[in-house]
């Protein structure tokens, strides 16, 4: 929903789900790495290694420094994954510092319901997946998925599903049940699964098809592909 806007990205170690199209494959490395990367100057891709987990007020003073030398350039900090909610601890003492420099965006696979319900009031935006088991390879997650979007709506948020060429129609419909029973004005955002160099895996009648019938059920739909892909901003 922000798409073209520059966001601070704090990619956050391990997940609780393993997707078949998951494209962050070192998530899932245990235990997790004595080091990450931090990029020194925004988008130049400067990046050097610093211990890991970095601490927060080390973390703090980047963020002001960019904010300071970088006016404007950052819309928010989204906090991204492998899963960020599965860091509990560590959100509750880091929220409110990092709200104290730019909005906080959540991205998250929409499962850890404690979790978003502990930290939920530092959230300015939430992205939440809906994972469709046939692009997933996912068992059935509608019922988790629908306690934590009824506790995600007191934010802005939005519902994302990635599709493929296995998706049915019945996910679809699956996915606005879900949403209407919390909020039809909740927007969802169509993604089709994207190839590295931009190929898209669905086919474009297949994506106009479901946001046809999505669109008779919901206030707002969109098609969104992965546009770093395309933009090669790897
Ligand atoms: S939820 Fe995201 S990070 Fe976790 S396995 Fe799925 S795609 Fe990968």
């Known amino acids: 929903m922000l798409v073209g ?4 990205f704090l990619r956050f170690h391990g997940c609780n789900l393993a997707c078949a ?3 962050t494959r070192e998530t899932h490395q245990s235990p ?6 931090r990029e020194e100057t925004p988008g130049r891709r400067d990046f050097t290694s610093i211990a890991n987990p970095i601490d927060i007020q080390t973390l703090r003073e980047v963020l002001v420094r960019w904010v300071y ?3 404007g350039i950052h819309h928010s900090i989204s906090l ?5 909610l599965l860091h509990g601890e560590t959100l509750v003492e880091w929220l409110p510092v990092l709200r104290s420099v730019l909005p906080v965006y959540l991205e998250t696979n929409g ?3 404690p979790e978003l319900s502990r930290c939920i009031d530092f959230f300015d935006h ?5 994972k469709l088991p046939s692009s997933s390879g996912l068992d059935d997650l509608w019922e988790r998925h629908r306690s934590f979007l009824s506790i995600a709506c007191r934010k802005n948020v939005f519902v994302k599903i990635v599709v493929g060429a296995a998706t049915q129609l019945s996910e679809i419909a699956r996915t606005c049940d879900l949403i209407t029973s919390v909020d039809k004005c909740i927007p969802l955002v169509i993604q089709p699964m994207t190839g590295a160099s931009g190929e898209i895996a669905v086919s474009s009648s297949s994506l106009l098809a479901y946001q046809e019938y999505a669109g008779a059920c919901l206030h707002e739909v969109r098609i969104i592909p992965q546009t770093h892909k395309f933009l090669r901003m790897l």
């Open 126 to 130: 939430i992205s939440m997946d809906v």
């Open 111 to 113: 499962t850890l319901i």
């Open 5 to 8: 806007l520059r966001q601070v």
């Open 69 to 71: 030398r970088h006016p």
């Open 21 to 23: 199209y998951c494209d």
């Open 80 to 84: 991204t994954g492998g899963e960020p």
């Open 32 to 37: 997790p790495p004595d080091f990450c990367d």
